[in-house]
């Protein structure tokens, strides 16, 4: 069974140069234009995501299917008779062969397939690009000495995408300032609210960890959450 070709549409992101030299959003039209747009097209992978886990069911029940057919003893009675049909002495040597043959050995079962791990969303707002380097390395280090969630970043820093080398999930949402010179309409409390529904929804964030921009936790503090060594015992008092 063959699925149907996704094409990605094409959205265009209208930039404008700010006297800082920048580039940002600056007409509200064109802005709600690209939103629309934005959540449009993630509509539609919703609805490809949808249709394709309908069609993948579908072919595996096809191939469920099949497979309880073939190992059906009708199936292969209707099989040796049609061999028979076409060559006698070559079905019959095949029916020999075949009770010769030493019973099969019972197939081991499969192991279990490992589970996914857990997702956590860390909300890095207020960091600049140093300040967000160095705590996305600490994060991609710590998880290697123990991987045991997925990491996705969510910053305000319009340079994240020199991090992406990192191999962690970053995602972007505009500064509080930023948003509130262009859209002022939209409370940027309550489009930072939305991010992090959307975020959680895509992601199944099993956490959500607020970094605090002032004092961002560095690789000693986040290894002291994975640590296990036990409390030592405290002496008994001396007599």
Request: net charge positive; glycine share 4%.
């Amino acid at each position: 069974m063959t699925m149907p070709d996704v094409t990605e549409p094409d959205v265009t992101e209208p930039h404008v140069t700010t006297p800082d030299g920048s580039t940002g959003l600056t007409d509200p039209a064109r802005v709600d234009a690209l939103v629309v747009r934005l959540r449009t097209i993630e509509q539609q992978r919703d609805a490809w995501r949808s249709r394709f886990d309908q069609v993948a069911g579908e072919r595996d029940d096809e191939r469920e299917a099949i497979r309880r057919l073939r190992a059906s003893g009708s199936y292969r009675l209707g099989r040796t008779l049609v061999d028979l049909a076409r060559s006698p002495l070559g079905a019959s040597r095949k029916l020999v062969r075949k009770a010769r043959r030493k019973p099969a050995k019972p197939a081991r079962r499969k192991k279990a397939a490992t589970p996914p791990l857990p997702t956590h969303l860390y909300v890095a707002i207020g960091l600049d690009l140093a300040a967000l380097r160095d705590f996305v390395l600490a994060v991609r280090r710590r998880l290697l000495v123990e991987n045991d969630h997925r990491a996705v970043v969510l910053t305000d820093e319009p340079a994240f995408s020199l991090l992406r080398k990192a191999g962690l999930i970053l995602e972007y949402l505009p500064d509080r300032r930023t948003w509130e010179k262009h859209r002022p309409d939209r409370p940027w409390d309550g489009v930072l609210a939305e991010r992090l529904a959307h975020l959680s929804r895509d992601h199944g964030a099993a956490q959500v960890i607020f970094v605090d921009p002032d004092a961002p936790p560095g690789l000693p503090d986040l290894l002291s959450e994975i640590d296990t060594t036990p409390p030592a015992h405290p002496s008994l008092p001396q007599s």
